[in-house]
């Protein structure tokens, strides 16, 4: 059973920093994996999707990497702003018995301070 | 092009009732899939629907289900709520290319008393 595990749960930093969102799974047979944003009471935003084929995706300030071979991913977010408070949640697409769906990870709540 | 849409953005049930979601995806969009998302189980998948079938589904009881419409639209009904069920609803709409990415509304949120 695919598993999304993700770290830190949480994470303060003042503006201006470079950061670093991990994201692990357990199971490397994945068709792509997605990086999310949500704020406080809204549906997902999504940020960049990385297919399995893929290394690498990038969004303006915003680079996420996969390793699938490792399970992992990193959301790295230059020169962050108060505006980038939020909760980032990653997701993959996997095939389980039921067929194939998401699985999500439990978030990195991020506060940016200005 | 407009997002997906949830209605109601809030509802309020007691136990033993049911309820009705609604969502309309974006427009060109035949994939509609439902999560629930909890403060102690994280996001979790309902199920997918794609051209009015149910093509996936997660492990959920039976009080969960939902249907399409030809016009893409999802709707997702819960019986017999529990005070568990209480939750944000999410649904998520995406082309039919195997590899396109999820797209959400802002989601209902049910309170169950």
């Known amino acids: 059973k695919q598993e999304v595990t993700q770290i830190p749960a949480a994470l303060s930093v003042p503006e201006g920093e470079n950061l670093v969102l991990n994201c692990s799974f357990t199971?490397?047979?994945?068709?792509?994996l997605q990086w999310f944003r949500q704020d406080p009471g809204k549906g997902l935003t999504s940020l960049l999707l990385?297919?399995?084929?893929?290394r690498e995706q990038t969004s303006g300030r915003l680079n996420a990497s996969l390793d699938k071979s490792s399970g992992r991913s990193t959301l790295y977010i230059a020169a962050s702003q108060p505006g980038d408070s939020a909760t980032y949640l990653c997701a993959v697409r996997t095939r389980d018995n039921y067929g194939q769906n998401f699985v999500f990870g439990p978030g990195t709540r991020l506060s940016v301070l200005p | 092009k407009a997002g997906v849409t949830q209605t109601p953005r809030y509802l309020i049930k007691t136990r033993g009732q049911q309820v009705t979601l609604s969502c309309s995806p974006i427009s060109g969009h035949r994939s509609v899939s439902w999560y629930q998302q909890t403060p102690g189980q994280g996001l979790q998948f309902l199920f997918e629907?794609?051209?009015?079938?149910?093509?996936n589904k997660g492990n959920f009881p039976g009080r969960f289900s939902g249907r399409q419409f030809s016009n893409s639209r999802s709707e997702m009904n819960v019986s017999t709520l529990e005070l568990g069920d209480s939750a944000l609803y999410l649904c998520a709409s995406r082309d039919n290319h195997s590899n396109s990415p999820l797209h959400f509304g802002n989601g209902t949120r049910l309170t169950v008393t």
């Open positions: 990385i297919q399995s084929s893929q």
């Open positions: 199971d490397s047979a994945i068709y792509n």
């Open positions: 629907y794609f051209s009015e079938t149910q093509r």
